[in-house]
């Protein structure tokens, strides 16, 4: 127990909070839309101050299904607060919370807890329904700064946004601050009662009014473009002259080697030079001292589903191009444009096209096809738009793969995915897949049986069965035999599924464990928290062992020549990071591991004229590195500088902006003057005093 200090914060008055809403009895019905289809529910019946919630939710096969049951003070802050059920993978949830007097006390998936508060808190439910913003906001609303203490810690705020017409209907829009690294836009009506809870994704929104989702979500969109766009403003550095970053070891892609003390200087968006250490300078060049830090090529994930925050992360995070592997498709066109033109940070893109099937378990991205036919008209429609790859889902019919692959290739296209339900990776390498998705859907073909059904959790859960597992063992080499003659690669995730099946409630996440202490408070209590369902001890060592599988598999894999391709299926940009790391764990050299992350990806997509390694001619797309990757793979955490497209931004600037406290400071930087030869200095166009 601790004692929490408020004293900036008024009393809630009683007179702002609105709560007549909930003075009687009344249900309040939201529908849960994703991807343009309705996809689960929240149902709040409300009795006085007792508040019975009804949450479910499935989209691509899982989602939480929750009770709550709120008690309400006279003040409108939870007095007790109970949800019971299942979370997005089926682990099972058990939280409390109870509030008496001063003394609060909470029970949830890191443990128990508790505080004494000598003012307002609010207590923020790990596994509340968007319901719940409602409630905070009300509270926020209340308090005369619009901010408030939370527990288990941290603050939040609320941000007022400019009011939302819905069918003629005026309601207030927010920001809530503070629960995650992203803001939460909601809207309330005038008794202060939730009307939704909405992003360019999706929303959760009163029953009756879904049809204003598509709406919604465009506002969504551009104010979340408005406000990553302020942020570029002020994080992006541009240069109009030559830069000179002196005193740095470059690493070398191609020779797997650190070279000696260089100078390396690049103008607008292309290195123009590489050049001994104590090179003169040209007149007007601004110097960027390394002080013997590492430059690498920028990273790759392949495997990215990309939003405005998390292409920021990425920028933060050294990654300088990505894959993305399924998307809203209006949303990533229009978020590269945005990238492309400079409105936005952001890294290069490749896209693929995201093609599913059918079924109640389908995933609500990109497009769904209910025929073979509607699928090649899909891969018709990619084509048209210069996607890259066909990217399969777990709905799909593997008996039309055949004919997607044909119609793929014949308009120059390549094709990956997931293995599709009721079938295996053997399968799908005949029909025509260049390429596997996530490290488990190669694997499952080897411990399931034919009926058995991977469009729903069951894809991470029947990982434990490959405990133990002889990698060598005939059937797993006939797979990876036609792997490797037929050029098959893989894009393992293995850090997602570090996390999935390695995270235990109360103890810090593996995945997360190298940068755990720079999280925000409200990212480290949900890295505290199991993900996949575990019925006892012998799950937890089955989990263990299948990922000591993995390590090995992968380390197999690349010693057969088989090209692994780094990516998270995440956006923060640090997963990256931790998925190179595992590599190293599971015994591939460094050297290998770094080309792995950056030479590989251009080199397989064709890109490595421009991109993957650092030298003159070549883009702008490095990292500046506080430390030596070839002997702490952690240390590509601690990135100085960025340059991408020859801008430059320091991840600090960015880390800050999202509550995560930076990694390394960034390096001096002496301003050019006016030399005899007369050249112009030039200007320095960072905006910092912008707002």
């Known amino acids: 127990m601790h004692r929490f200090p408020l004293c900036r914060l008024s009393l809630l008055a009683a007179t702002a909070l609105s709560f007549a809403a909930v003075a009687h009895a009344e249900e309040q019905s939201f529908v849960v839309i994703s991807g343009g289809e309705r996809v689960g529910h929240v149902v709040a019946d409300i009795d006085g101050d007792s508040v019975a919630i009804d949450h479910d939710v499935k989209n691509n096969g899982r989602g939480p299904t929750m009770q709550e049951r709120i008690v309400l003070g006279e003040d409108g802050l ?58 905070y906001a009300r509270a926020l609303l209340a308090d005369a700064d619009h901010a408030m203490a939370s527990a288990p810690g941290g603050m939040l705020s609320l941000e007022e946004e400019a009011p939302v017409d819905l069918g003629g209907t005026r309601y207030r829009s927010f920001l809530i601050k503070g629960i995650g690294m992203s803001p939460l836009a909601i809207l309330l009506d005038d008794s202060g009662d939730l009307v939704a809870s909405y992003s360019s994704g999706g929303a959760t929104i009163r029953e009756g009014l879904e049809r204003h989702v598509e709406a919604l979500s465009a506002i969504a969109a551009e104010r979340s473009a408005a406000r990553f766009a302020l942020l570029q403003q002020r994080l992006a550095h541009r240069f109009d002259v030559p830069v000179r970053l002196r005193n740095v070891r470059i690493f070398d892609s191609l020779s797997g080697t650190l070279g000696e003390p260089a100078s390396l200087v690049f103008f607008e968006d292309r290195i123009a030079s590489v050049e001994p250490v104590d090179s003169p300078a040209s007149a007007g060049e601004v110097l960027i001292e390394g002080e013997g830090r590492t430059v690498i090529p920028g990273l790759n994930d392949m495997h990215a589903h990309l939003s405005m925050q998390s292409a920021l992360l990425y920028i933060a995070s050294g990654v300088t191009s990505v894959r993305d592997m399924g998307n809203d498709n209006d949303v990533l066109l229009d978020l590269q444009r945005r990238i492309e033109g400079g409105e936005l940070a952001g890294p290069r893109i490749v896209r693929n096209g995201f093609l599913e099937g059918r079924s109640e378990y389908s995933a609500r991205n990109g497009l769904i096809a209910a025929t073979q036919e509607e699928a090649l008209d899909a891969v018709r429609w990619y084509a048209a738009r210069n996607y890259w790859q066909i990217k399969i889902y777990n709905s799909f019919d593997p008996g039309w793969v055949p004919a997607v692959t044909q ?189 792995i992350g950056t030479l590989g990806p251009a080199a397989y997509m064709g890109l490595d004229q421009s991109r993957g390694s650092v030298a003159k001619g070549k883009l702008a797309d490095f990292a500046l590195i506080d430390g030596n990757p070839l002997e702490d793979m952690t240390a590509l955490h601690r990135m100085a500088m960025v340059v991408k497209g020859g801008v430059v931004y320091y991840p600090s600037e960015i880390w800050q902006e999202v509550g995560v406290a930076p990694f390394a400071a960034p390096p001096s930087v002496a301003q050019p003057s006016v030399t005899a030869a007369h050249v112009p200095a030039g200007r320095v166009h960072d905006h910092q005093d912008a707002f």
């Open 407 to 595: 119609e793929a290739k014949r308009l120059g296209m390549g094709v990956t995915g997931h293995i599709p339900a009721f079938t295996n990776a053997d399968a799908m390498i005949a029909s025509g897949y260049d390429e596997i998705t996530h490290i488990n859907q190669l694997m499952l073909g080897w411990v399931l049986r034919p009926d058995e059904d991977t469009r729903t959790p069951l894809r991470l859960t029947a990982m434990r069965r490959t405990a133990g597992l002889d990698i060598h063992a005939p059937r797993v080499d006939a797979t990876l035999d036609a792997m490797e003659k037929g050029g098959i690669a893989l894009d393992p995730t293995a850090v997602t599924l570090e996390l999935l099946m390695l995270s235990r409630d109360g103890a810090v996440a593996p995945a997360v464990r190298s940068y755990y202490d720079h999280l925000p408070v409200s990212l480290k209590r949900r890295r505290l928290q199991g993900i996949a369902p575990m019925e006892g001890p012998e799950d937890l060592a089955a989990y263990e062992g299948a990922f000591d599988t993995i390590k090995a598999l992968l380390a197999d894999m690349h010693a057969r020549g088989i090209t692994l391709l780094p990516g998270t299926d995440d956006g923060t940009g640090l997963s990256l990071h931790r998925e190179l790391q595992i590599y190293a764990e599971a015994g591939i050299p460094a050297a290998d591991v770094l080309r």
């Open 78 to 135: 939870p007095t007790a607060w109970s949800l019971t059920g299942s979370g997005t993978f089926g682990n099972t949830v058990d939280e409390s919370f109870g509030r008496d007097g001063a003394m609060l006390r909470w029970r949830d998936s890191t443990g128990t807890g508790s505080l004494e508060a000598d003012g307002p808190v609010i207590y923020v439910a790990q596994e509340g329904s968007p319901w719940s913003l409602g409630l």
